[in-house]
C-alpha cells in the first residue's frame, strides 16, 4: 500500500511537498533574522538545494501529470534532492571534524560570490570553514541532519508518488 494514497491526487500531494519546503525555507529565514543564527555557506547552498526542490513540487502542483510526467517530476526531485543529500551529508561531515583541521574562518558567502566565479565558490565552500563547524541543535540533531532526512524523505515521497492512486469520489 502506497502511503501516500492519504491524498486525493498527485498535485495535492505535490503541493503539500512544495508548501513543506515553503515552511522549511521560512524557518530557515526565522533562525537567520529572529533567532540570529547566521548561516554559513553550507547552509547557502542547502538553502539553494530546498528551492530547487521546491520548484520540482510546484511544478507537479501545477501541471496535472500522468504516470509519466510523475516519473519525470521523481527524476528531477532525485537530482535536486540528491544535491542536496551530498550537500548536508558534507556539511555533516565537516561539522564532525576538530576545529583544527578545517580552514581559519573564510570569507562570506556574498563576498565570495562578488569576488570569484560560482564553482570556485562551490569548491571553497565543499572544502568547509570553521563557520560550518558550529553546531546548532534542533531537537537533538544538528540543523544539516534535519536537512539530509527532509531530502531522502522528499526524494522517496517523489518515487512512491509515481503509483498513487487517485481517489475515486464516493
Request: hydrophobic share 55%.
Amino acid at each position: 500500500m502506497n502511503p501516500l494514497n492519504v491524498f486525493p491526487s498527485r498535485r495535492v500531494a505535490y503541493a503539500f511537498g512544495f508548501a513543506v519546503c515553503a515552511a522549511l525555507m521560512a524557518y530557515a529565514y526565522y533562525l537567520q533574522y529572529v533567532k540570529e543564527l547566521e548561516p554559513c555557506p553550507m547552509c547557502w547552498f542547502q538553502r539553494g538545494a530546498l528551492l530547487l526542490m521546491a520548484i520540482v513540487f510546484l511544478i507537479g502542483a501545477i501541471v496535472k501529470t500522468e504516470k509519466r510526467g510523475a516519473v519525470m517530476l521523481a527524476i528531477g526531485s532525485a537530482l535536486t534532492g540528491g544535491l542536496g543529500i551530498f550537500l548536508a551529508a558534507r556539511h555533516l561531515y565537516i561539522q564532525s571534524l576538530p576545529a583544527d583541521q578545517l580552514p581559519s574562518c573564510g570569507m562570506g558567502i556574498t563576498y565570495m560570490l562578488d569576488a570569484f566565479p560560482f564553482l570556485d565558490v562551490l569548491s571553497r565552500t565543499l572544502k568547509g570553514s570553521v563557520e560550518c563547524n558550529k553546531i546548532d541543535l534542533i531537537l537533538g540533531l544538528p540543523i544539516p541532519a534535519w536537512t539530509l532526512i527532509f531530502f531522502v524523505l522528499a526524494v522517496i515521497a517523489a518515487f512512491l508518488l509515481i503509483n498513487h492512486r487517485a481517489k475515486s469520489a464516493i
